[in-house]
């Protein structure tokens, strides 16, 4: 079965009402290039450094006009859409919003919904620090979703260092992962495409990674950069698609019986032997 897919790469500023117009049209340019299946990235809704400014116009999912506006345009083009992630206020307490990732299907119903697990807490140089779990919450359960074409797997950005999250969801049958991102320029350009064909080499899989790129406009806070580079990496590792550091869309067909062949090849997720931790000495 052979599956056309399209990527969306976006450089979303962080007011989600601005962001939206933008994003429902290259929906609607994937579905009419021949999309089965379009993918948005990380914070498609919003990019923001300041959590004022996030608690001023973040909604909750009930609320939410990104995802009230997508499930709409998905039910009336009849297209699966995979929403990298949405920014949403949750009602938690302490005011931590959630990172969620929705499956849209073609009736415009919320198939799956995945919380990212890993928070990027991290000081990639002496300008560049970040602490997401200081505003987001981490979601703590892995997610697979059957579709008509094929098994996916769910997670989000960070999540991809985190390689036993991906033998999990490959062990549970995903065929395509899917790593929507909002990386970072520093990490992005040493770790980004390496990381991307490990998990893809290491679980016989397809990995579509939609991106946001270039400096994000801010009302509130600083503005934000991030890599682009959107990529799909196929399960023998070969890079499919690189969309480089322009925002747009872009299609990819996967024949998604190159997963099957690359697993009986190299059948490693049958391989993994249970063993006792290492020894301090």
């Known amino acids: 079965m052979t599956l056309r897919a399209a990527l969306l790469q976006l450089c979303s500023s962080d007011d989600p009402a601005a962001n939206l ?5 290259l929906l609607r340019q994937a579905q009419a290039d021949g999309a089965q299946i379009a993918l948005t990235p990380e914070v498609t809704n919003c990019v923001s450094t300041s959590r004022a400014g996030q608690n001023a116009v973040l909604q909750t999912e009930e609320d939410d006009q990104t995802l009230a506006a997508i499930r709409t345009l998905a039910a009336e083009l009849g297209l699966w859409v995979l929403i990298g992630s949405l ?56 997610v697979v979703v059957d ?41 992005g350009a040493a770790h980004w495409l390496s990381l991307l064909r490990a998990r893809a080499i290491e679980n016989g899989a397809f990995v ?44 990819v067909d996967l024949d998604l019986a190159r997963v099957q062949d690359a697993r009986a090849r190299v059948p490693s997720l049958e391989h993994d032997r249970d063993f006792l931790p290492p020894e301090v000495s």
């Open 208 to 251: 579509l990674a939609p991106a946001q790129t270039g400096l994000h406009k801010a009302r509130d806070g600083r503005e934000r950069r991030t890599h682009g580079h959107g990529m799909v990496i196929a399960p023998w590792g070969e890079v499919l698609l690189d969309m480089g550091r322009d925002p747009g869309v872009a299609l």
């Open 87 to 142: 920014a949403l206020k949750t009602g938690d307490a302490d005011g931590r919003f959630a990172n969620r990732c929705f499956l849209i299907g073609p009736d415009g119903a919320i198939t799956a919904r995945y919380d990212k697990i890993h928070m990027f807490d991290v000081q990639v140089s002496e300008t560049e620090t970040y602490h997401e779990s200081a505003a987001f919450r981490p979601g703590d359960r892995a």
């Open 21 to 25: 117009p933008n994003t429902i049209a």
């Open 147 to 187: 579709t008509p074409f094929a098994r996916l797997g769910l997670s989000i950005c960070y999540d991809l260092r985190f390689p036993m999250l991906y033998r999990s969801l490959a062990q549970a049958g995903a065929e395509v992962i899917c790593v929507p991102a909002a990386f970072s320029p520093v990490t």
